[in-house]
């Protein structure tokens, strides 16, 4: 149910990396911490692990409280 919750937030955020040539994928969500892959323009990107805490997980934890933690899932 919560990757159900994650899914539907990612979809929000999607268009923003899309705009940048990027995008991202859901790797996994297990026990409060969800894994998602930067891909595209966002992979390697300098500013990939600021997008990902101040943007992803910051967002992710505003819809959903059980979020702790969002990680780069490795390439």
Do not use: F
Not at 8 to 15: A, G, S
Not at 25 to 36: F, I
Request: with cysteine; net charge negative; proline share 5%.
């Amino acid at each position: 149910m919560m990757k159900e919750k994650v899914e539907e937030v990612l979809e929000k955020i999607r268009p923003s990396l899309q705009a940048d040539g990027g995008d991202i994928e859901l790797v996994s969500v297990d026990d409060g911490v969800v894994k998602v892959k930067l891909m595209g323009a966002c992979q390697g990107c300098p500013m990939s692990e600021m997008t990902l805490k101040n943007g992803v997980e910051r967002i992710l934890k505003e819809h959903i409280p059980e979020v702790k933690l969002v990680e780069a899932a490795p390439a």
